[in-house]
Each structure stands twice: as C-alpha cells, then as structure tokens.
C-alpha cells in the first residue's frame, strides 16, 4: 500500500500563499491519479484539485486561479500551491492517490487563514 505525508500546512494571513507537499512512497510512476481534499469542521470531505497521470488537472470552482496541483517525480511529491487564500480555505487538506485500483490518504495538513 502507498505511504503519503503531508506537510506545509500553518496559519496565514487572508491573502497569503502556503504550498502544500505530499511525499508518497512506492512507484510514483504508476499512481493513476493524485489529489487534494479538504474538510472543514462540520463539512464533508471536498474534493481541491486532482491530478491524472497523463499530467491533465481539475480543481472546485472555489479554487479556481488560486490554488495549482504540480508533481515532481524526481522527488515522488505532489504539491498543492495556495495563493491569495482567504478564510473559507481553512480546513485539513488531505492528500489522496489511487493506484492499481487502491485509494491512499495521507495523515492530513491544518491551514487556517485569518481574516
């Protein structure tokens, strides 16, 4: 089964930008498909951004323009870059990837913006 880490997560200032990383262990390579979630207290898991293996992205509305989804696969990392974020981003971001069939989570990563 797929290990995956997150970290980057912390307190920032409505406006300000926080890159989330997600360091998976196994053949990266051959990962399906990799995202970020987020769930806010109260709310259901959200679906942030997604990333297929043949690199094609999507993102929430919500996000649009403001947030990317990249890899490096030299480093076996997804990334999620956060910019211009705002209050209604606070929430734990999961990481996600489906290989081979299997879905994995990592741990998840606080951010909390202050408005």
């Known amino acids: 089964q797929v290990q995956l880490v997150g970290s980057g997560g912390g307190l920032v200032q409505a406006g300000g930008s926080l890159r989330l990383s997600c360091a998976a262990s196994?053949?990266?390579?051959?990962?399906?498909?990799m995202a970020w979630y987020r769930q806010a207290p109260g709310e259901q898991r959200e679906l942030v951004a997604g990333m297929r293996s043949d690199g094609t992205t999507s993102y929430a509305d919500s996000v649009k323009g403001r947030f990317a989804i990249s890899r490096d696969n030299a480093k076996n990392t997804v990334y999620l870059q956060m910019n211009n974020l705002r209050a209604e981003d606070t929430a734990v971001y999961y990481c996600?990837?489906?290989?081979?069939?299997?879905?994995?989570w990592g741990q998840g990563t606080q951010v909390t913006v202050s408005s």
């Open positions: 996600y990837c489906y290989r081979n069939g299997i879905g994995s």
């Open positions: 196994g053949n990266f390579f051959s990962m399906n498909y």
